[in-house]
């Protein structure tokens, strides 16, 4: 297990087209986070499951996000109607809940730079 | 609300000199903070926790409750603390302890 994985690490579209990225924890970890970071500004939290059940989304998740975990390993996060506003990167996070002996480290994967045209 | 600022987007030092980057927080309870680093074309991977008190990379951060702050200093930079630091908070309970992000600090360390 080499860490956390995203695919693809790049994507380009065009304004109105759905785009789908996957993320892979490590895997025995159970929590699972995503994150958007658009230039010049930290990463925002979306999303975070724990095990397959989605426990809270943020305000900045609108209706044409949607993500899923649906056996507990790896997760999609889907956009419809891209939009111009959505061009950033995608980062997903993964952690063992409750803490691990290394304490509520949150271990990131290299993200998915996505760019609507 | 759950909030972190770190005032300064860019820091350039010399090679030696001593470093320090601000971070202020706005948190209603416990708060975890973090200090998270990018160096580049590389994941954004964890520095350093105040719970653990360590030091890092020369790297050491004191949680100030009464000034909400996590400085992040280190006594004399190198050049390969070139990167990008952002500090982080999460909630320190039993919640969702999703990280709150600061706009990050560019740091250069010229020769």
């Known amino acids: 297990d080499t860490g956390v994985s995203q695919d693809p690490r790049h994507k380009i579209t065009k304004r109105g087209q759905n785009v789908t990225f996957r993320c892979d924890p490590i895997?025995?970890?159970?929590?699972l986070y995503w994150y958007r970071q658009t230039l010049g500004q930290g990463p925002e939290f979306l999303t975070y499951f724990q095990n397959e059940a989605q426990l809270e989304k943020s305000r900045l998740l609108s209706d044409r996000f949607s993500a899923e975990r649906p056996k507990g390993s790896f997760s999609t996060l889907e956009i419809q109607r891209t939009e111009q506003g959505d061009s950033a990167m995608y980062l997903c996070?993964?952690?063992?809940?409750?803490?691990?002996?290394?304490?509520?480290?949150?271990?990131f994967g290299p993200g998915t730079r996505l760019t609507v045209l | 609300a759950q909030r972190v600022t770190q005032p300064e987007k860019l820091l350039s030092v010399f090679k030696g000199a001593p470093v320090e980057l601000k971070c202020n927080y706005s948190y209603s309870g416990s708060p975890e903070l973090f200090w998270y680093v990018q160096y580049s074309r590389q994941r954004l991977q964890l520095l350093l926790r105040h719970i653990s008190r360590e030091s890092i990379k020369g790297f050491t951060a004191d949680l100030n409750k009464g000034e909400t702050s996590f400085h992040l200093k280190k006594p004399f930079a190198q050049e390969e603390d070139s990167a990008m630091y952002y500090c982080a908070l999460s909630d320190g309970g039993q919640g969702a302890q999703k990280l709150v992000f600061g706009q990050g600090t560019r740091l250069t360390i010229n020769p």
């Open positions: 895997s025995e970890h159970n929590r």
């Open positions: 996070a993964s952690t063992l809940f409750p803490r691990s002996r290394v304490g509520n480290e949150q271990f």
